[in-house]
């Protein structure tokens, strides 16, 4: 696979408004960011991005689950920490990058002889697609997970139907993405802060600010908090509950079908 560093494109070369556009940006964005996604994720986060996803995996992982699948899985760090967690489960990961399912392949295959205490590692399949327009049928998943995913969604409605869909009834969506205020001085706040420390890394690591700036961006454009629980709960979403961490930045939220 390439293994560029550079990110030549500029955000005002595409709309982010359109969502064919945002695919497209998308998907030259994270093939570029695929060479060091696992490192920015420790960096921006201040090392607690790894507790984050410690506090979904424990919310979703109560209960019996059979079929899961990890949307915008990125490297699969999810997606293999939940096949380990959950050892009776097929795992799907699936990711609109082609990048990023190499990257995500490679590394279930190195951390295959991992496994719980007294179990095995679940199967784990790697899948290319898009959340907006799911190939899988209807219900077929017990459990849904989206870390930092539904951000990036071109069609933010249609990828929560598209979840909605293929979940069995009763069935459970765990969404860990940033967050933002409804309080429109502390909103932007956060997106200001955001995208300073993202730019810089971005600057830094790819020799464009915007790497990482996206971030930042793609949260200004994204539902506020309640708006975006208000979203799942017109999906067909219900029982939702959420944390927030990090002053409120970022946020773990747990809903049912």
Same mark, same amino acid.
């Given at each position: 696979?390439?293994?560029?560093?550079?990110?030549?494109?500029?955000?005002?070369?595409?709309?982010?408004?359109?969502?064919?556009?945002?695919?497209?940006?998308?998907?030259?964005?994270?093939?570029?960011?695929?060479?060091?996604?696992?490192?920015?994720?420790?960096?921006?986060?201040?090392?607690?991005?790894?507790?984050?996803?410690?506090?979904?995996?424990?919310?979703?992982?109560?209960?019996?689950?059979?079929?899961?699948?990890?949307?915008?899985?990125?490297?699969?760090?999810?997606?293999?920490?939940?096949?380990?967690? +959950?050892?009776?489960?097929?795992?799907?990961?699936?990711?609109?990058?082609?990048?990023?399912?190499?990257?995500?392949?490679?590394?279930?295959?190195?951390?295959?002889?991992?496994?719980?205490?007294?179990?095995?590692?679940?199967?784990?399949?790697?899948?290319?697609?898009?959340?907006?327009?799911?190939?899988?049928?209807?219900?077929?998943?017990?459990?849904?997970?989206?870390?930092?995913?539904?951000?990036?969604?071109?069609?933010?409605?249609?990828?929560?139907?598209?979840?909605?869909?293929?979940?069995?009834?009763?069935?459970? +969506?765990?969404?860990?993405?940033?967050?933002?205020?409804?309080?429109?001085?502390?909103?932007?706040?956060?997106?200001?802060?955001?995208?300073?420390?993202?730019? +810089?890394?971005?600057?830094?690591?790819?020799?464009?600010?915007?790497?990482?700036?996206?971030?930042?961006?793609?949260?200004?454009?994204?539902?506020?908090?309640?708006?975006?629980?208000?979203?799942?709960?017109?999906?067909?979403?219900?029982?939702?509950?959420?944390?927030?961490?990090?002053?409120?930045?970022?946020?773990?939220?747990?809903?049912?079908?």
């Amino acid at each position: 696979m390439k293994n560029d560093t550079k990110l030549s494109e500029r955000m005002a070369q595409f709309n982010l408004g359109e969502p064919q556009s945002k695919r497209d940006y998308n998907r030259r964005l994270f093939r570029v960011v695929a060479t060091r996604y696992d490192l920015i994720t420790r960096l921006l986060s201040f090392g607690q991005d790894r507790y984050w996803k410690e506090v979904l995996l424990r919310h979703v992982s109560r209960g019996v689950h059979r079929e899961i699948l990890d949307v915008a899985c990125g490297t699969g760090d999810l997606t293999i920490a939940l096949a380990q967690r +959950l050892p009776e489960a097929r795992v799907t990961g699936m990711d609109l990058t082609p990048e990023m399912i190499h990257r995500a392949r490679r590394r279930a295959a190195r951390a295959a002889p991992a496994a719980p205490a007294g179990g095995t590692a679940g199967a784990i399949q790697f899948d290319l697609g898009d959340m907006s327009a799911l190939t899988y049928r209807d219900t077929r998943f017990d459990l849904v997970t989206a870390g930092y995913a539904l951000r990036n969604a071109p069609e933010l409605t249609a990828a929560i139907a598209e979840l909605h869909r293929v979940l069995r009834p009763g069935g459970v +969506l765990g969404v860990l993405d940033f967050s933002r205020s409804d309080l429109s001085a502390i909103s932007a706040a956060q997106v200001g802060l955001l995208r300073f420390w993202g730019r +810089l890394w971005g600057r830094f690591l790819h020799g464009n600010p915007e790497a990482y700036g996206y971030i930042a961006e793609s949260l200004r454009r994204f539902p506020a908090r309640s708006q975006f629980l208000d979203a799942l709960h017109r999906g067909g979403f219900r029982s939702i509950r959420e944390r927030r961490f990090f002053f409120g930045i970022i946020a773990v939220v747990i809903a049912r079908k």
